[in-house]
């Protein structure tokens, strides 16, 4: 099963499909990841907490 290369948490396959390039099997970030956030094609530091 995928997990998310930051906090380890699992992730579907269909989020792999969607949110990473064709060449991973794992994001970099996910919805779990509260220090870290995806921009565009990047990933960068929160900027705020997140709200659940």
């Known amino acids: 099963m995928p997990e998310c290369q930051n906090c380890g ?4 396959e ?3 499909r969607v949110f990473t390039p064709n060449e991973h099997s794992a994001p970099r970030v996910c919805p ?5 956030i995806r921009d565009g094609a990047d990933v960068r530091e929160a900027r705020s907490t997140r709200q659940n």
Not at 9 to 12: K, L
Not at 32 to 36: G, I, L, S, V, Y
């Open 9 to 12: 948490s699992f992730v579907t």
């Open 14 to 16: 269909d989020y792999v």
């Open 32 to 36: 779990n990841c509260e220090d870290k």
